[in-house]
Nanobody
Framework: QVQLVESGGGLVQAGGSLRLSCAAS????????MGWFRQAPGKEREFVAA????????SYADSVKGRFTISRDNAKNTVYLQMNSLKPEDTAVYYC????????????????WGQGTQVIVSS
């Protein structure tokens, strides 16, 4: 089983940038589709972005398109989420998730999850 650990969260002003990282250990990371999700207080967890195991296909939620970029480095067993032009509504706990390919990136079931990293965007 792959284990996932997120890092890079923090407090940033609106308009700023953050880069989240998700390091994987164990398992065969290079064969896993990877996703980022977030959960704001009082809200359900929502899809943010995902990337196919090969890195050639990505998917984004409409709310982050053009501002966030997901990427991966299979040699480092790490997936990244570059977040630019941050807005207060991006405030949430961000979770990394992964699993073997099983359909559409935004709706497939992910079995492996990290513990989350907090992102707070101040206005």
């Amino acid at each position: 089983q792959v284990q996932l650990v997120e890092s890079g969260g923090g407090l940033v002003q609106a308009g700023g940038s953050l880069r989240l990282s998700c390091a994987a250990s164990r398992g065969t990371f290079s064969y896993y589709d990877m996703g980022w999700f977030r959960q704001a207080p009082g809200k359900e967890r929502e899809f943010v972005a995902a990337i196919r195991w090969s890195g050639g296909i990505t998917s984004y939620a409409d709310s982050v398109k053009g501002r966030f970029t997901i990427s991966r480095d299979n040699a480092k067993n790490t997936v990244y989420l570059q977040m630019n032009s941050l807005k207060p509504e991006d405030t949430a706990v961000y979770y990394c998730a992964g699993d073997r390919p099983a359909g559409k990136l935004s709706t497939m079931k992910y079995d492996y999850w990290g513990q989350g990293t907090q992102v707070i965007v101040s206005s």
